[in-house]
């Protein structure tokens, strides 16, 4: 049986404050940084409302059947370091915390990733989240190194995904699974933004999904 999963989505609360001052995409984002240096209690304020709005909105996908959610934070990764732990890693925190993920192997899985969060590993790690998401520049070794003692059972889903997939995606994503690095140019993770390379994750949630969905209503498991 082919394993599918219904992914949930939504751009981290710093990430969407970026669109929100600026207006539109900015190739240095100066207005928002402006307000982080001279206005910090009132980016504060909208990071507030933001992580709010960010952790309701999962929710609502996490009620709707969603299998695993996302919070993707788009440019996080050009803050210093102080500014990245007050400014965004407070806030995504603040979301983790308030999402009802359940608890045992019925527990909705929560990944975290920043483009370009190489240098934070070990912190977004720490956040509460079940999966670090890494962009085409983190050496996977290194990231493994850095929090696998956190990566239990990751290779258990792995597995079955890659059960899915045509043999040339299968051999590759054995190779970036086990911390190579892959040379092959113009590929997935030639693009911008990746795609997220999950390095931590749960085993038992598999077939837990499987289970919820063969005893979901006939309408809903169609629209699946």
């Known amino acids: 049986m082919l394993f599918r999963s219904l992914n949930g989505f939504c751009g981290s609360p710093y990430t969407l404050a970026c669109y929100m001052v600026e207006g539109q995409a900015s190739d240095d984002w100066?207005?928002?940084?402006?307000?982080?240096?001279?206005?910090?209690?009132?980016?504060?304020?909208?990071?507030?409302?933001?992580?709010?709005?960010?952790a309701a909105l999962l929710n609502a996908q996490i009620e709707a059947g969603a299998d695993v959610v996302m919070i993707f934070d788009t440019w996080g990764g050009g803050l210093s370091t102080a500014a990245y732990r007050e400014f965004l890693l407070e806030y995504i925190q603040r979301v983790l915390s308030q999402l009802k993920r359940g608890a045992g192997a019925a527990r909705i899985p929560a990944i975290v990733f920043t483009k370009g969060g190489s240098p934070w590993l070990e912190r977004i790690a720490a956040t509460g989240c079940d999966c670090v998401g890494?962009?085409?520049?983190?050496?996977?070794?290194?990231?493994?190194?850095?929090?696998?003692?956190?990566?239990?059972?990751?290779?258990?889903?792995?597995?079955?995904?890659?059960?899915?997939?045509?043999?040339?995606?299968?051999?590759?994503?054995?190779?970036?699974?086990?911390?190579?690095?892959?040379?092959?140019?113009?590929?997935?993770?030639?693009r911008s933004h990746g795609p997220p390379l999950l390095v931590a994750t749960r085993s038992d949630r598999t077939d837990a999904r499987d289970q919820r969905r063969q005893s979901a209503p006939a309408g809903r498991a169609a629209d699946r």
């Open 134 to 190: 890494l962009d085409w520049s983190t050496d996977l070794g290194d990231a493994r190194r850095r929090i696998g003692a956190r990566a239990r059972g990751g290779d258990g889903r792995l597995a079955r995904v890659l059960r899915s997939l045509r043999d040339p995606a299968r051999r590759r994503t054995r190779v970036l699974a086990r911390g190579r690095r892959c040379t092959q140019r113009g590929g997935d993770r030639e």
């Open 30 to 54: 100066h207005n928002v940084k402006l307000m982080l240096h001279q206005r910090p209690e009132l980016l504060h304020r909208l990071l507030q409302t933001n992580a709010r709005a960010v």
